[in-house]
């Protein structure tokens, strides 16, 4: 197919696509699906190799939160039965993020619900990001607090975390349909505010909210943009309780071709398959290994993703290796482009001297989908045409921070 071909091509020389191309990608059939997973596999071992980057999620604190984005199970109006809880005291947050490094994982990502931190609250981070690193100095720590204000994200910085995550979540021109209490350009505040301060920018998506291939496609364009070192997808988790709770839309081969486009996108920067990913990919998740260069170990913010183990024993079947703590993300030259940006921690591992690569945490809850419209504008059936919802896969996470039985990691 000329059109691989061509993105192919592009990929391995680090060039971006056309959007006509990256609207292509998501237009392909089924039929085509594995020749669009075998290019973006060659993209992503040319810059990567067959690493692949393990996360761990900590929820500082679950639940309550006064933003009213649809797509998530804390939010302002939930009724989603999930774990409610103030935060974690800094050694209950260091001995799980202890469970998901021994599991394996190389970052461990801080996230709390809520508008954004109060100065108080970025205290109550540093001291656990300090009872972290003195347990593993050698760990990667993503914070995901929410809005930043002035000099927070510096502040962060000067307490050891390596990257900040805030995720774009869907295109400016629907942004709207999906949060009301915040809006897009404050998002892409606070992405430039934690790249401004030195951190390694971490910044992703959710396909599957009503939204177009178009607006997949501006989202991506604009992470492009940003300079995101880490690009997230997320797949939509539909809770119920949640204004989206309805929207059972994707396909495990829609969620592959969306895979697929965001690699070609961003060739040289590390795509995670975030929340969603045993929910839609289901089998066919060691696939979008792939494709996507890093994934979340274990369990989700609110949710319970696929057993430790149960990734390990992927991630080794389809023949690809765990990423060690002394080992760069990040090719090369995107490594020393961070490294100027932020003053000498770029994304080499410390042990060679920086601070970690790009990275990030899912949408609050982890959750993430894609859509019936997008399908159609592009003159094909619905995304999840034939599919059917598969309630029995959305399980409320009661295990790990927050409670008092053992993490899955």
């Given at each position: 197919m000329d059109l691989l071909d061509t993105l192919t091509a592009k990929g391995l020389r680090g060039e971006t696509p056309t959007r006509e191309e990256a609207l292509a990608v998501l237009a392909t059939t089924?039929?085509?699906?594995?020749?669009?997973?075998?290019?973006?596999?060659?993209?992503?071992?040319?810059?990567?190799g067959r690493r692949v980057k393990l996360n761990y999620l900590v929820n500082?604190?679950?639940?309550?939160?006064?933003?009213?984005?649809?797509?998530?199970?804390?939010?302002?109006?939930?009724?989603?039965?999930?774990?409610?809880?103030?935060?974690?005291?800094?050694?209950?947050?260091?001995?799980?993020?202890?469970?998901?490094?021994?599991?394996?994982?190389?970052?461990?990502?801080l996230v709390a619900s809520g508008r954004g931190p109060t100065d108080r609250d970025i205290d109550r981070v540093t001291d656990t990001?300090?009872?972290?690193?003195?347990?593993?100095?050698?760990?990667?720590?993503?914070?995901?607090?929410?809005?930043?204000?002035?000099?927070?994200?510096?502040?962060?910085?000067?307490?050891?975390?390596d990257a900040y995550n805030h995720n774009l979540n869907t295109s400016e021109g629907t942004y709207g349909d999906i949060a009301t209490t915040h809006t897009y350009a404050d998002r892409v505040?606070?992405?430039?505010?934690?790249?401004?301060?030195?951190?390694?920018?971490?910044?992703?998506?959710?396909?599957?909210?009503?939204?177009?291939?178009?607006?997949?496609?501006?989202?991506?364009?604009?992470?492009?943009?940003?300079?995101?070192?880490?690009?997230?997808?997320?797949?939509?988790?539909?809770?119920?309780?949640?204004?989206?709770?309805?929207?059972?839309?994707?396909?495990?081969?829609?969620?592959?071709?969306?895979?697929?486009?965001?690699?070609?996108?961003?060739?040289?920067?590390?795509v995670r398959i975030a929340g969603g990913r045993e929910v839609h990919l289901r089998s066919l998740q060691p696939l979008g290994l792939?494709?996507?260069?890093?994934?979340?170990?274990?369990?989700?913010?609110?949710?319970?993703?696929?057993?430790?183990?149960a990734d390990l024993d992927m991630i080794r079947d389809a023949g690809f290796e765990v990423e060690g703590m002394g080992e760069n993300t990040l090719p090369r030259h995107r490594a020393d482009v961070a490294a100027q940006a932020s003053g000498g921690c770029g994304t080499a591992a410390p042990a060679a001297g920086g601070c970690g690569s790009g990275g990030g945490c899912g949408p609050c809850g982890g959750h993430a989908?894609?859509?019936?419209?997008?399908?159609?504008?592009?003159?094909?059936?619905?995304?999840?045409?034939?599919?059917?919802?598969r309630t029995d896969l959305v399980r409320v996470r009661r295990r790990g921070a927050g409670t008092e039985l053992a993490p899955n990691a």
């Open positions: 089924d039929d085509e699906l594995l020749d669009v997973v075998a290019a973006a596999g060659r993209v992503r071992r040319r810059w990567f500082l604190k679950s639940g309550l939160c006064p933003e009213d984005c649809s797509y998530c199970s804390q939010r302002l109006g939930s009724k989603a039965e999930i774990l409610k809880y103030t935060w974690l005291k800094p050694g209950q947050a260091a001995e799980a993020a202890k469970a998901g490094v021994s599991g394996g994982a190389k970052r461990v990502c990001v300090a009872a972290i690193k003195e347990a593993d100095p050698a760990v990667e720590v993503c914070a995901c607090l929410g809005l930043l204000s002035d000099n927070q994200a510096e502040r962060l910085k000067a307490a050891g975390v505040d606070t992405v430039q505010k934690a790249h401004g301060a030195g951190l390694s920018a971490c910044s992703g998506l959710i396909a599957g909210m009503g939204e177009s291939d178009d607006d997949l496609v501006d989202v991506v364009f604009a992470l492009r943009e940003l300079g995101s070192d880490s690009v997230p997808v997320n797949f939509l988790i539909p809770f119920e309780g949640t204004p989206l709770a309805k929207e059972w839309n994707l396909t495990p081969q829609r969620c592959l071709r969306i895979l697929a486009m965001v690699r070609f996108v961003n060739p040289d920067t590390e792939h494709i996507a260069n890093s994934i979340f170990l274990g369990d989700y913010l609110t949710s319970e993703g696929q057993a430790g183990q989908h894609g859509d019936a419209a997008a399908g159609t504008e592009a003159g094909t059936e619905p995304a999840g045409a034939g599919d059917e919802a």
